[in-house]
Nanobody
Framework: QVQLVESGGGLVQAGGSLRLSCAAS????????MGWFRQAPGKEREFVAA????????YYPDSVKGRFTISRDNAKNMVYLQMNNLKPEDTAVYYC?????????????WGQGTQVTVSS
């Protein structure tokens, strides 16, 4: 099992940047593919980014491609989401997720989320 704790959310103006962090417990962090998701009020959860076990494969939806960057540090059991050129529509609770499979739509483990608010 793995436990995930997100941090780094906050309030930022449109055009600004934030870096989210996700700390993972356990000694087998490198066995997990990691993802970031977000959920805005009244909307379905949306996939934001994914990274493979050692970071060799990355995937983003068009809505964030070119603005968001996912990365990981297996030595520190950390995964990050660098968010640049933020827009008001990026406002949501952001969740870190982990799964043994890359490209899955059903991640097994989830964090509690961190709020990101982008003001116009």
């Amino acid at each position: 099992q793995v436990q995930l704790v997100e941090s780094g959310g906050g309030l930022v103006q449109a055009g600004g940047s934030l870096r989210l962090s996700c700390a993972a417990s356990g000694r087998t962090f490198s066995s997990y593919c990691m993802g970031w998701f977000r959920q805005a009020p009244g909307k379905e959860r949306e996939f934001v980014a994914a990274i493979s076990w050692r970071g060799g494969r990355l995937y983003y939806p068009d809505s964030v491609k070119g603005r968001f960057t996912i990365s990981r540090d297996n030595a520190k059991n950390m995964v990050y989401l660098q968010m640049n050129n933020l827009k008001p529509e990026d406002t949501a609770v952001y969740y870190c997720a982990a799964d043994l499979k890359y490209g899955t739509s059903q991640y097994a483990y989830w964090g509690q989320g961190t709020q990101v608010t982008v003001s116009s």
